[in-house]
Nanobody, 126 residues
Framework: QVQLVESGGGLVQPGGSLRLSCAGSGFTLDYYAIGWFRQAPGKEREGVSCISSSGGSTYYADSVKGRFTISRDNAKNTVYLQMNSLKPEDTAVYFC???????????????????WGQGTQVTVSS
């Protein structure tokens, strides 16, 4: 059974950092591009970042560019999202999913992603 499991969310003060993890369970992430999405209450799901299966291509939404870094460790079957300089507007449930990642100029959309994790809550507040 294909499962993605997110972890690493929590409560952090503005300006702080968190590292989210997306682990594959029951399958190997090596062959999949992975995307990170977030959804705040009352808002649509937003594509935040993605990384290709090789790790050679990445994408960041303008809202997180320069603050978030996506990476993958295929030996650990895990993709990471390092989030620095967090802002209150980053507060959301963060999801990872398998799909398409075409590079830095190609936004990602939830419709193009199939397997999803259950999400992890990130709250940025003082």
């Amino acid at each position: 059974q294909v499962q993605l499991v997110e972890s690493g969310g929590g409560l952090v003060q503005p300006g702080g950092s968190l590292r989210l993890s997306c682990a594959g369970s029951g399958f190997t992430l090596d062959y999949y591009a992975i995307g990170w999405f977030r959804q705040a209450p009352g808002k649509e799901r937003e594509g935040v970042s993605c990384i290709s299966s090789s790790g050679g291509s990445t994408y960041y939404a303008d809202s997180v560019k320069g603050r978030f870094t996506i990476s993958r460790d295929n030996a650990k079957n895990t993709v990471y999202l390092q989030m620095n300089s967090l802002k209150p507007e980053d507060t959301a449930v963060y999801f990872c999913a398998t799909g398409i990642c075409s590079g830095s100029y190609s936004p990602i959309f939830s419709e193009e992603y199939n397997y999803w994790g259950q999400g992890t809550q990130v709250t940025v507040s003082s």
